[in-house]
């Protein structure tokens, strides 16, 4: 099966689960694909709402990709249930034999919006796909910047927030006007106002920093993982199971080993002091006043962070 034929599935699951009213949205490479930023991909990851949890997976299991039937990836993909989604979690699927492989999402990392708020059915906003493209990934920067500069060519004034090319920002910052709030949210803007020689510096201790916390996030998450990991090694051991079956085990497993929410509101200052402290052993300290806030990012996923 070629990747179109495996895209054109993955468009038809989002279809038929959007029938049913489950809330989904396709997101990051495949979703860079449909905006042209990106060429294309056979992987995908998908936002679903954790509360119709239940009846995606029942999707999953009468969905088979050729031959072969989903199944749980690996033995480290957590359930997809909403109690894990709610809180971080990512659920990890694959179809055996072929290059089916998605990842489900309940809430978006680190989007300063809620994706259910504002689609571009069957896709994730370009808005809340560059927030999530925030990775310590080097090949996913440029995408940011393109999603940021499709945004503003949009009108759309939130795309100053993910342009990483100093070229390009201070190139739109001489044509328009920059937002005093987009500023305030990402203060390196600033010195495209003012022409400062330091904006490239400044855009790449920034990037610095984004990948440093987005490392320090995923520290809090895997560090739970081994022993949820030989729980599910063992129950399955030996078996070939269903969909089903495998949820039923790894619910099991889950509640016994791994934390609804690994990051709370203790745990994310200490997950930006790391994050800070290692981006300012890598940069010069007159660009710390430049690195942004970004406690707005991860709102949604800390109820009541401050």
């Not at 990851?45 to 029942?58: N, V």
Request: contains cysteine.
């Amino acid at each position: 099966m070629n990747q179109f034929e495996i895209i054109e599935f993955y468009l038809d699951l989002v279809r038929r689960a959007q029938e049913r009213g489950i809330q989904c949205a396709i997101t990051s490479g495949m979703a860079c694909v449909a905006f042209e930023v990106a060429d294309a991909t056979k992987d995908c990851d998908l936002l679903c709402d954790p509360d119709m949890d239940a009846a995606f997976l029942a999707l999953l299991a009468e969905s088979p990709l050729g031959d072969s039937r989903c199944q749980y990836r690996g033995n480290t993909s957590p359930p997809l249930d909403a109690r894990w989604l709610k809180g971080g979690w990512t659920s990890h699927f694959e179809w055996p034999g072929t290059d089916g492989f998605l990842d489900v999402f309940g809430i978006a990392p680190r989007a300063r919006s809620s994706w259910q708020a504002e689609m571009m059915a069957p896709y994730a906003h370009p808005h809340v796909v560059a927030d999530m493209k925030r990775t310590a990934r080097e090949k996913d920067w440029p995408f940011i910047s393109d999603l940021g500069a499709l945004l503003l060519g949009k009108g759309d004034q939130r795309g100053w927030l993910h342009l990483y090319e100093a070229g390009l920002i201070q190139q739109l910052a001489s044509e328009q006007t920059i937002p005093s709030e987009m500023i305030r949210m990402r203060p390196l803007l600033r010195l495209a106002v003012e022409h400062s020689p330091k904006l490239q510096a400044a855009v790449s201790a920034e990037m610095i920093f984004w990948k440093n916390a987005s490392e320090a996030r995923l520290k809090y998450y895997e560090r739970h993982l081994k022993p949820y990991l030989v729980a599910v090694r063992k129950a399955e051991a030996g078996q070939t199971l269903t969909l089903m079956l495998q949820h039923e085990i790894r619910i099991g497993c889950a509640e016994k080993h791994l934390p609804l929410r690994p990051l709370g509101a203790a745990e994310f200052a200490e997950m930006i002091s790391e994050a800070r402290e290692a981006t300012l052993s890598l940069i010069h300290p007159s660009l710390e006043e430049w690195l942004p806030d970004i406690r707005e990012n991860y709102r949604i996923l800390i109820p009541g962070l401050t």
